[in-house]
């Protein structure tokens, strides 16, 4: 009832184009999977039109933030996603880095006087989900992590990636590499998961213990 109310008010379901305008809308609608599925698509190009016709100057608050780094992926848009997090003038996180930040700001304007409230700002700091789940590619989608998918998001200038995700089963281990014109996932699950692999288009689903798939580029 409340996704029915939401897009009669505000979405025009012919074409994916929401009231307001801002990214944070787009990517917090998409997140949510309010908005119809045959307008899904449409709505995602319009966030990412968005982003690229504004020079990666995005819209979004900072609990919609994290959203729009993976919506952006889920939709097809990963090299925009990883150039958006390359970014290093203002406003991006990379602006941060390069003025000495260790943790993700409140603002991010570069203040350091009592305007800045906070210097961890763990909103902002939720991107990192998107290392986890889009970059290595876990999402735990079974209750009490006994089933999960693995399926990485590889823009194009990244050419390796390692990462532990830490469970109540134990640590799922995940190593991609591009190398030699091959693709090649190491995965390690522990005891008792089952995983739904979806490797560049390959899928299998497995269970615990070591794997590696291959694939030619």
């Known amino acids: 009832n409340i996704a029915d109310a939401f897009c009669r008010k505000w979405v025009d379901t012919e074409t994916g184009a929401i009231e307001c305008g801002s990214m944070g809308a787009y990517a917090f609608a998409l997140r949510l999977g309010i908005l119809p599925e045959k307008c899904r698509k449409a709505a995602a190009r319009h966030m990412r039109d968005d982003l690229v016709s504004r020079n990666y100057m995005f819209t979004t608050g900072n609990l919609t ?21 390359h970014k290093t003038d203002y406003p991006s996180l990379g602006y941060e880095i390069n003025h000495g930040a260790t943790t993700v700001w409140e603002r991010f304007e570069l203040k350091k006087n009592p305007d800045m409230n906070s210097h961890d700002h763990p909103m902002y700091g939720a991107v990192d989900g998107f290392f986890h789940e889009y970059i ?21 200038k990244l050419h390796y990636c390692s990462d532990v995700v830490t469970t109540l089963l134990g640590d799922i281990e995940v190593k991609w590499i591009v190398e030699f014109g091959k693709r090649i996932l190491y995965l390690n699950i522990p005891f008792g998961m089952t995983a739904d692999v979806d490797f560049c288009g390959v899928k299998k689903t497995v269970s615990s213990g070591s794997h590696v798939f291959t694939v030619d580029m």
């Open 65 to 85: 933030t994290k959203y729009l780094f993976e919506m952006l992926a889920e939709y097809g848009y990963i090299e925009e996603a990883w150039r958006l997090l």
């Open 136 to 156: 290595a590619g876990v999402k735990v989608t079974g209750a009490g992590c006994r089933r999960i998918s693995v399926k990485p998001y590889m823009p194009e």
